[in-house]
Antibody, heavy 118, light 113 residues
Framework: QVTLRESGPALVKPTQTLTLTCTFSGFSLSTSGMCVSWIRQPPGKALEWLARIDWDDDKYYSTSLKTRLTISKDTSKNQVVLTMTNMDPVDTATYYC??????????WGQGTMVTVSS | DIVMTQSPDSLAVSLGERATINCKSSQSVLYSSNNKNYLAWYQQKPGQPPKLLIYWASTRESGVPDRFSGSGSGTDFTLTISSLQAEDVAVYYCQQYYSTLPTFGPGTKVDIK
């Protein structure tokens, strides 16, 4: 069974750096074609893709957020980590990680809600 | 970036009736070398993550009821729910994965009339 689970702080202060961890099971990020993405959703709003890391360690970032994002993986721990610098209240959202294998995002985590407030 | 738009923003349909959602991309998501449209549809119920319904524009994900169907090619796509059930109340998103930078539509909310 494929599962993904997001973890990280529920509350961060403005200007702080957010670090989120996606821990997954049921697949290997060493498998050719396998990718994990981060996607966020502000309350009541649409989905926004943030970043992706591939089995071969290729990385891709949202055009509008790429200066603030870093994605990495630890294949041995089955984890993908996203850091986002200089957090602002507009970054308040539920953050999801999702698997992509060849086509669309087929498996999603339950999401973790992050509030940015002083 | 490829911009995705959806229409309508919301719709209310009677139980058992057809619901149709449209999605348009700012450029073609049809990859000529394999003739596949890199377009997916997701369903999101309140408090839940999105669930993949359709990929390659018209292929149903395993376990998705056959009342859900996808069609279209190039830049214009449609998600059809042939006979709306109460459990289909949700927000539906289209998403392109043609680009290495995927983008989602703004969503269409489906309710019962």
């Amino acid at each position: 069974q494929v599962t993904l689970r997001e973890s990280g702080p529920a509350l961060v202060k403005p200007t702080q750096t957010l670090t989120l961890t996606c821990t997954f099971s049921g697949f290997s990020l060493s498998t050719s074609g396998m990718c994990v993405s981060w996607i966020r959703q502000p309350p009541g709003k649409a989905l926004e893709w943030l970043a992706r890391i591939d089995w071969d360690d290729d990385k891709y970032y949202s055009t509008s957020l790429k200066t603030r994002l870093t994605i990495s993986k630890d294949t041995s721990k089955n984890q993908v980590v996203l850091t986002m610098t200089n957090m602002d209240p507009v970054d308040t959202a539920t953050y999801y990680c999702a698997r992509k294998f060849v086509d669309a995002f087929d498996i999603w985590g339950q999401g973790t809600m992050v509030t940015v407030s002083s | 970036d490829i911009v995705m738009t959806q229409s309508p923003d919301s719709l209310a349909v009677s139980l058992g009736e057809r619901a149709t959602i449209n999605c348009k991309s700012s450029q073609s998501v049809l990859y000529s070398s394999n003739n596949k449209n890199y377009l997916a549809w997701y369903q999101q119920k309140p408090g839940q993550p999105p669930k993949l319904l359709i990929y390659w524009a018209s292929t149903r994900e395993s376990g998705v009821p056959d009342r859900f169907s996808g069609s279209g090619s190039g830049t214009d796509f449609t998600l059809t729910i042939s006979s709306l059930q109460a459990e289909d109340v949700a927000v539906y998103y289209c998403q392109q994965y043609y680009s290495t930078l995927p983008t989602f539509g703004p969503g269409t909310k489906v309710d019962i009339k």
